[in-house]
Structure formats: structure tokens, C-alpha cells
């Protein structure tokens, strides 16, 4: 069964008020599909939690940086969290508010730096003490001051696929928690450094948040102690993370109560809270479309071959990921046991793996259900497959907010 907001009327797959096969009929497929409404109201379950607590919700642009997407969330007064300096300029291109950007990320590079100080992003969240000398030396040219937080490793399992988990002491990610408080006094040597908070990001889909109030109250004993020593700790960024439901049996975290529930534990601590969501925003929002190109019986099993593949999504392939197949038209009887596979010339180049599923023929569209985050952008043109086109839906419309990439483009540059 698809999630909200994808659903049948009278057995035709729905996003808002648009039929899903008239998109993939005139957009063709493979095309990812967004919901407007979906994206917007997502964002404000995490805004509005917060009430009068003094916040920011910095969306992580990772999980899907289109530009008609990063305005929409502009407009809602999102912040954003990047990781490049690519990310920076689709944000200011979106019209998204530099002040209102954090950069985090391990390997932060020169001309990334710079980049972001010149445009005035609110902070940086950084993972080496060799960062924090390379930051104060390109303000102290620019004769800015940068605001910065560590980036601690709390030693929390997130308990989510090892790929996707950050949070642990042989991860690369961030810096030890027992070590940080000496990394904060010699950061207090740098002139042109104001080291005014703290982040922490465990991992990706997260749907126990048990392991996030574990490391927040590791973040905010942290920040008791840096206080004491005289580092006047203003914000706390507690990252991304909260899962959404791929699997019908899986459930989503309330993301109100999650937020509710931090705000309560840092009263009276005087902090500005900070988050970086990308997958529940727009997790969701996102489908991918795709058409029924062959089924092909083979001795133990049969295939469903599909004209989207591994360079379109490729998180069943790199995560074992798993994503809801449904049809868009349900009017077929009964149900048969496939693998869903893409053309590419890989065995790694599977949707689903023995499962049950609508007794579809070629021709039908399929919905790969939840592909908003990290879906496209993680796209590419592995076999010279052009890249899909993506479509927002707001109500009864929809309108291209990215063209499907042509065999020109393929050969562009080389
Ligand atoms: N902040 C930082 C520092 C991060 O590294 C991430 C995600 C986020 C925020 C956003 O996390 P979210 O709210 O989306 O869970 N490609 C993988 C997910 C990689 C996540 C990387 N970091 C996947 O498809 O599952």
C-alpha cells in the first residue's frame, strides 16, 4: 500500500488532487514526483513544535537540493544545512537566506570556506582542529569572525543501517566526546573564531528516538561543562535523522512529540536549538515513476524489468533499501511473487527481491513509493541513462522542476 500523501481513488493512484499515470503519460519515465502541500506541511510539523523556544530549522539540502524545492522551503522561512559549496550556491540561488545556512561536513575545502564567509552563512559545524586553523586563517584574511560548534561523537548507536550511522567511535565523523573540551580551549586561541555552539548528528532514519535523547543529554552535560570553563555555548544543532515509514509495518515518529519532548529537556538552559532534517521532510513527498517494460520468467523466479534502474534510485542497491511498489492503476486481479530490476548491467540492479506484488503487465507504471530523499540526488548516468525529470504537484497542477536530461546533456563537457 502507498503512504500518505499517495493514495488510491476509486483504484487510480493520487498525489493531492492530480492522478499519478497522467503525469507519468505526458512526463514520461522514469520521473520523480513531489507533493508541494506534503514538503510545506512536513516542515511546519517541525517549526511549529518549537512554539516561543528560540529555534532554527536548517533543512539538509543533501536530501534532495532541487531548486524548486529549496525555494518552496525558503518561502516557509526554512533554514538549510549544506555540505558543499554546491549546495551553497543552489541555496542562494533559491533565494534562501545565507544568514540562515550551516555548513557541516568533514572535508570542508579552501575555496569552500571562503565561499561561505563571504556569503555570511550563519555558522560552521566542524569536525577537526586542522578545520577550525584553516577556518580562522581565511577570516582572518577576509578580517571577518566565523562563528563555529564542534561536531561531537557522542558514542551513540542509532541502531540504523551501518552505512547510515554516524554516530559511533570508529565513525569519521566528528570528534570524541571526552576529547572535545580541549579542542574547544585551544579553539578559544583563534582570533578570528567565536566558538558558540555545539552539534551532534547520529545517523539517518531513526525511527526509535530513544538513541537522540541519549545524545542530547550527552550534548547538554557537555555544554554544563564547556559553560563552566567560560565557553559561552549559545546554540545546540541536534542534526537530522527522524525515519519515515518505507515498510507498511513501520512506523513514523511523531515529529511533534520528538520536538516537544527535546524543548522540555533544555528548559531552563537558555540555548537556541538548531536541527538539520532532510529525509522527513521530504521523504514522503516523493515517488518515483516507472513502466513495466518486460516480465521475464526464469527458471526459479520471475522478473518485472522496469524502465527506471540503479542510476535512478539506488538505495535498494547501496542500503538494501526497501521501497513500497504499488501500481498506478489497480484494476489488475491478483498478485505474483517478482524481482523488480532496472536495465542496468548490474546484479546489484534490483528494486525488490521476491516480492509479492500487483500482477502488472508492460505497459503498466509502477509507483517505488518514499523516493523523495536521497533519491535523485543521488542519481547518475551509469550505462549513459539520461538522468529523470522531476515534477512538483501542488492541488490539481503540475509543472516540470527539472527536464529530463538529454542525450546532449550525456556528452556535455567531454
Ligand atoms: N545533518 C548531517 C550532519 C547529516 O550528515 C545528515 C545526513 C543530515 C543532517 C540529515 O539527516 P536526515 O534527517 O535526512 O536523516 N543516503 C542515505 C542517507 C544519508 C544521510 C547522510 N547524512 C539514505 O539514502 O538513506
Redesign the pocket.
Known amino acids: 500500500m502507498p503512504f500518505p500523501p499517495y493514495s488510491y481513488r476509486d483504484r487510480n493512484l493520487y498525489v493531492e488532487d492530480v492522478d499519478l499515470e497522467s503525469i507519468a503519460r505526458s512526463a514520461g519515465t522514469p520521473v520523480y514526483v513531489y507533493s508541494a502541500t506534503a514538503i510545506r506541511e512536513r516542515f511546519r510539523l517541525y517549526n511549529d513544535a518549537f512554539g516561543d523556544v528560540p529555534h532554527e530549522v536548517f533543512y539538509?539540502v543533501?536530501?534532495n537540493s532541487n531548486l524548486s524545492v529549496l525555494r518552496l522551503l525558503a518561502a516557509e522561512g526554512a533554514g538549510f544545512?549544506i555540505v558543499s559549496g554546491g549546495e551553497l550556491y543552489r541555496v542562494l540561488r533559491a533565494g534562501g537566506d545565507p544568514a540562515k545556512v550551516v555548513f557541516?561536513g568533514v572535508g570542508k575545502t579552501r575555496d569552500e570556506v571562503e565561499y561561505a564567509l563571504t556569503s555570511g552563512i550563519h555558522s560552521f559545524n566542524c569536525e577537526s582542529e586542522a578545520e577550525l586553523a584553516l577556518i580562522d586563517s581565511i577570516a582572518a584574511r577576509l578580517g571577518v569572525t566565523a562563528r563555529i560548534a564542534m561536531r561531537v561523537n557522542p558514542h551513540v548507536d542509532a541502531q540504523t543501517h551501518p552505512y547510515?550511522s554516524?554516530g559511533l567511535r570508529d565513525h569519521k565523523f566528528g570528534i570524541d566526546i571526552a576529547a572535545v573540551e580541549d579542542v574547544y580551549a585551544r579553539a578559544a586561541g583563534f582570533t578570528h573564531l567565536v566558538a558558540e555552539g555545539v552539534s551532534c548528528?547520529i545517523g539517518?532514519?531513526l525511527l526509535d528516538t530513544a538513541p537522540l535523547k541519549d545524545a542530547l543529554d550527552a550534548v547538554l552535560a557537555l555544554t554544563g561543562r564547556l559553560r563552566a570553563k567560560g565557553v559561552p555555548i549559545r546554540h545546540l544543532d541536534l542534526?537530522?535523522?527522524?525515519g519515515v515509514p518505507y515498510k507498511p509495518d513501520q512506523r513514523e515518529p511523531d515529529i511533534a512529540a520528538h520536538i516537544r519532548a527535546v524543548c522540555a529537556r533544555c528548559a531552563g538552559h537558555d540555548l537556541k536549538l538548531m536541527m538539520?532534517?532532510?529525509?522527513?521532510i521530504v521523504g514522503p513527498a516523493g515517488a518515483l515513476l516507472t513502466r513495466v517494460l518486460y516480465r521475464k520468467p526464469a527458471e526459479s523466479k520471475e522478473f518485472v524489468v522496469v524502465d527506471a534502474a540503479m542510476n535512478d534510485l539506488i538505495?535498494p542497491a547501496l542500503?538494501q533499501?526497501f521501497h513500497e511498489i504499488v501500481p498506478l492503476r489497480a484494476h489488475m486481479p491478483g498478485t505474483f511473487t517478482a524481482d523488480v530490476v532496472g536495465p542496468v548491467c548490474e546484479t546489484g540492479d534490483f528494486f525488490a527481491r521476491d516480492r509479492e506484488m500487483a500482477n502488472v503487465l508492460p505497459g503498466d507504471f509502477l509507483a517505488l513509493c518514499t523516493a523523495g530523499?536521497?533519491g535523485f540526488v543521488?542519481a547518475s548516468n551509469y550505462n549513459s541513462r539520461p538522468r529523470p525529470a522531476e515534477v512538483l504537484v501542488e492541488g490539481a497542477s503540475w509543472k516540470f522542476i527539472r527536464t529530463r536530461e538529454t542525450l546532449e546533456d550525456l556528452v556535455r563537457g567531454e
Open positions: 539538509a543533501k536530501a544545512d557541516s547510515i554516524t548528528h539517518s532514519q542534526g537530522g535523522g527522524l538539520e532534517p532532510g529525509r522527513s538505495r542500503y533499501a530523499a536521497y543521488l
